[in-house]
């Protein structure tokens, strides 16, 4: 008998395993499967077969447990800054002068890991943070759970929430294995530590294996397991699969005329989006571009009402608001707690397979254009001298450079290079296609198809 435990840490969580085919491969090889949710059980009615839910205990994080946690990620970026502007600019952004305890606590912390941020120091204090789960009331709720349900193996959907770590703790406690899913692209190579350290790991790409063995020293190649990702899964599987009449009708497009998507970040790392938009929409607006259409998808991570006064001004703008909907108010991290639906996975797929080309600020969202072969133009006007937020800085991230250095997009820093790059995209659709096959296949290295039943079997032989 195989027992999996599966954590789901937010709605993107949700998305990625639970509206793929990895759950329903999962209650197929598992003798049984309990998903272990940091999202309200009512979430999942619908989507289980035999599956059940244990929804758990918010954890909040108290100052000793912040403390070492912030040291050793601190540290971690200390130690990897050299050469990697994505950590140094990551590290830059904990500098506070707040009066507060933590704002004092961390100025401390820069200068002691400035000295310490050796490995065994991060692990040193990685486990001076484990330990100080130790009396915590909810935490010993999670370890009553471990000790009635008797996992085999414990799978995290995401290896960075700070509120996994008493989770982790309590299955080292109890010798239960844990594999952590690397979340996004960019994690490794420009982001913090992970939230503790787990046993195994799967990765998108080989690109991703070689990055997680960098930046984790301890972290043994057999421990580490290419299956690619079930972010893009549902782009091959039928349920969600729409017609292109279908999509004209649903946006309300002209079918005679070529469709340009702009797709939105969130105002955290993309203030300039609105910026973008206007610019395409003068464009057009102007003749500049001919004979399209514009539809404009809103990030699912925030309300979309930052663009409300474009909706008046540019009339003849479509809008894509992603079908999220807000299962829980008043949680620390309120954006994690969106929802996707079926349906806006399908308007999603809709967006990709019959739009023309996309234009993004530096997204994930290249990657899910360019698997359907879609030209990809990137936005990036903002620099240090010109008073915009300065979106340039990101072309020096690890995982931006590959992109850059791939050639698989147009990368436009002013108003005219990106009106060119559009009219050549749309005159010329098939330019760079090889190089943005290329790129995709770097990033993920395992086919769309079965990728759900890849890491369920990979869990399955680890357990």
């Known amino acids: 008998m195989k027992k999996l435990g599966i954590v789901i840490t937010d709605g993107v969580g949700f998305r990625n395993f639970i509206l793929s085919d990895f759950l329903s491969e999962a209650e197929k090889q598992f003798d049984e499967v309990i998903l272990l949710s940091c999202l309200p059980a009512f979430v999942y009615d619908g989507y289980l077969q035999k599956s059940k839910v244990i929804e758990l205990a918010v954890f909040q994080e108290k100052f000793p447990t912040w403390f070492f946690r912030k040291a050793k990620e601190l540290a971690h970026l200390q130690l990897h800054k050299k050469n990697n502007y994505g950590i140094t600019d990551n590290l830059n952004t904990n500098k506070t002068n707040s009066k507060t305890p933590r704002g004092y606590a961390t100025r401390f912390l820069f200068r002691w890991t400035a000295l310490f941020h050796s490995e065994n120091s991060i692990q040193s204090y990685n486990k001076l943070q484990q330990q100080s789960f130790k009396?915590?009331?909810i935490v010993k709720e999670y370890a009553s759970i471990f000790e009635r349900e008797k996992f085999d193996i414990l799978f995290f959907t995401h290896q960075r929430p700070p509120f996994i770590a008493p989770l982790v703790y309590q299955a080292e406690q109890l010798n239960i294995k844990t594999v952590s899913f690397i979340f996004s692209w960019d994690n490794l190579a420009s982001k913090g530590r992970m939230a503790a350290n787990f046993d195994a790991y799967l990765v998108w790409s080989d690109l991703m294996k070689k990055?997680?063995?960098?930046?984790?020293?301890?972290?043994?190649?057999?421990?580490?397991?290419?299956?690619?990702?079930p972010q893009f899964e549902p782009y091959v599987l039928e349920r969600y699969a729409g017609s292109k009449n279908d999509f004209y009708n649903q946006f309300?497009?002209?079918?005679?005329?070529?469709?340009?998507?702009?797709?939105?970040g969130d105002i955290a790392t993309s203030r300039n989006d609105e910026l973008y938009i206007t610019t395409i929409a003068e464009a057009i607006q102007e003749n500049?571009?001919?004979?399209?259409n514009f539809i404009v998808r809103t990030s699912p991570a925030e309300d979309p009402i930052r663009f409300e006064s474009f909706v008046a001004k540019y009339p003849f703008i479509k809008w894509n608001y992603p079908k999220w909907h807000l299962a829980r108010k008043g949680h620390q991290e309120e954006w994690s707690q969106r929802i996707p639906s079926k349906e806006d996975i399908k308007d999603l797929r809709s967006l990709l397979e019959y739009s023309d080309l996309n234009v993004n600020m530096l997204s994930t969202m290249s990657l899910d254009f360019m698997l359907f072969d879609k030209p990809v133009i990137n936005t990036v006007f903002g620099n240090r001298q010109n008073g915009l937020y300065d979106d340039q800085r990101f072309l020096d991230y690890p995982h931006i450079k590959n992109v850059v250095e791939s050639k698989a997009t147009q990368i436009v820093k002013n108003e005219q290079e990106l009106i060119t790059a559009i009219n050549h995209y749309l005159a010329f659709?098939?330019?760079?296609?090889?190089?943005?096959?290329?790129?995709?296949?770097?990033?993920?290295?395992?086919?769309?198809?079965?990728?759900?039943e890849?890491?369920?079997?990979?869990?399955?032989?680890w357990s």
């Open 429 to 452: 659709p098939y330019a760079d296609s090889q190089k943005r096959q290329s790129l995709v296949a770097m990033q993920v290295s395992k086919s769309l198809s079965k990728t759900g």
């Open 211 to 229: 990055e997680l063995l960098h930046f984790y020293k301890k972290v043994l190649p057999e421990n580490v397991m290419v299956v690619g990702t």
């Open 252 to 264: 309300d497009l002209d079918s005679s005329k070529k469709t340009i998507c702009f797709s939105c």
């Open 135 to 137: 009396n915590n009331s």
């Open 288 to 292: 500049k571009i001919q004979n399209v």
């Open 454 to 461: 890849r890491i369920v079997q990979t869990l399955l032989k």
